[in-house]
Nanobody
Framework: QVQLVESGGGLVQAGGSLRLSCAAS????????MGWFRQAPGKEREFVAA????????YYADSVKGRFTISRDNAKNTLYLQMNSLKPEDTAVYIC??????????????????WGQGTQVTVSS
């Protein structure tokens, strides 16, 4: 019931910023916990950030805490990830995900039911 399409990736120098967007279609978006994950070549998918269905609660990986901000606008069916002070180690494909279960906000990829195709973020040194 949910289709997710990411945008906003690109090439940026270390210390720069990007804002990723995830446009959702489907009636379950406004009542779903959502998250961002990233995956670099040869690496396992890594949790980045998650947000509750109303947007009141957020969670971040230690590696991005203080630099990244997750938010959502349910009226626009859009999830965001503001990324500041980017580092080369942030280079990865960033993927948004949605959970069909309303009450939970998870840091584990197996919790999520719907996934986008990802958008590439490359940070140069």
């Amino acid at each position: 019931q949910v289709q997710l399409v990411e945008s906003g990736g690109g090439l940026v120098q270390a210390g720069g910023s990007l804002r990723l967007s995830c446009a959702a279609s489907g009636r379950t978006f406004s009542s779903s916990g959502m998250g961002w994950f990233r995956q670099a070549p040869g690496k396992e998918r890594e949790f980045v950030a998650a947000i509750s269905w109303r947007g009141a609660n957020t969670y971040y990986a230690d590696s991005v805490k203080g630099r990244f901000t997750i938010s959502r606008d349910n009226a626009k069916n859009t999830l965001y990830l503001q990324m500041n002070s980017l580092k080369p180690e942030d280079t990865a494909v960033y993927i948004c995900a949605a959970d069909r279960v309303t009450w939970r906000t998870s840091t584990t990829p197996t919790t999520y039911d719907y996934w986008g195709q990802g958008t590439q973020v490359t940070v140069s040194s």
